[in-house]
C-alpha cells in the first residue's frame, strides 16, 4: 500500500499552523486583514467563458510529494508574467513549503508583477490561514472539502464572504458536493486527483459537474496536458481549468499556454 499523502500533508500543517499562531496572535492577524480591502475579483473571471472559449488558472507549483521537484529554480515573477500574457485568466500559487517547496514570497512576487487575480493554494485547515492568505495578498482561497467538517467548510466559506476574499471549494466525490453545496459554495473546483493516493483521472470532472446547482461554476483540477484534455472535459459544461504541473513542465509556458487557448 503507498503513502497516504494526505495525512502527511495535514500532520505538518497542523505544526506549522501552531508556530505561526505562536510569532503572530490570530487577533493581530485578523486586525491586519481587515484593512487588506482591494482585492481582484478571482470569482468574476470564472463567471464567463474567455475570448478562447475557456479560462485558465495557470499554476505555480514547484514540486509535489508524489513527484518530487517539478522546476528547479522556478522564478514566480517570471512564470506569472509569462502566464499573463499567455492569456491565463488567474494565476494560483502553491504555498507549501514542506511537500510543494512554495512560500508566502512567491504569492507576493506573483501579485507585484501581474495585473491577474491570484489564487492561494494550500491546505487551510484554520481560519488563521484564511487572514494570513489576505494579509500576503491573495485575492481567493483553496478550501478542501475533505480536509473540513461540514460546519467549518460552512464557517470559512461564511468568512471569506464577510472579508470579500473568493474561495474555490475544492471537491472530489459525490459527498465532497452535496457538503459544498451545503456549505453555501458557489465556485466548485473539482479536483481530479485523489489526495491520499495522488492518483488522477480527468473523467472525475466529466462525471462530477452533473451534480452541481446552476448557481455553482466548476472548474476543472488536475491532470490536463492538452488542448485534447481540455476538449473532453468541456463537452460536458466545464469552462475553466486549472493547470499547473504541465505548464511548468514545458520548455516554453507562454507558448505552450497558448496552445492550450486556441483549439
Known sequence: MGKDFLNI?????KEEIKYSRSRVPENELREKAILFQKRRSFFQSMKKPGPSGINIIAEIKRASPSKGVIRKNLDPALYALAYENGG????????????????????KKVKE?????V???DFLMSSYQIYESIVMGADAVLLIVRIL??????????LCNE???????????????????WAGAELIGINNRNLSSFDTDINNAV????????????????GIQSR????????CGISNFLIGESLVRAKNPLDFLKSLLND
Open 9 to 13: 500533508i495535514l500532520k505538518d500543517k
Open 88 to 107: 491565463a485568466a488567474a494565476i494560483s500559487v502553491l504555498t507549501d513549503k514542506i511537500h510543494f517547496k512554495g512560500s508566502a514570497d512567491d504569492l
Open 113 to 117: 508583477v501581474t495585473s491577474l487575480p
Open 119 to 121: 489564487l492561494r493554494k
Open 149 to 158: 467538517s461540514k460546519n467549518q467548510l460552512k464557517d470559512y466559506v461564511d
Open 163 to 181: 472579508l470579500k476574499i473568493d474561495a474555490l471549494v475544492e471537491v472530489h466525490s459525490e459527498d465532497d458536493i452535496e457538503t459544498a453545496t
Open 207 to 222: 462525471r462530477m459537474v452533473s451534480l452541481l446547482k446552476p448557481n455553482q461554476i466548476p472548474v476543472a483540477a488536475s
Open 228 to 235: 485534447n484534455d481540455i476538449n473532453i472535459i468541456t463537452k
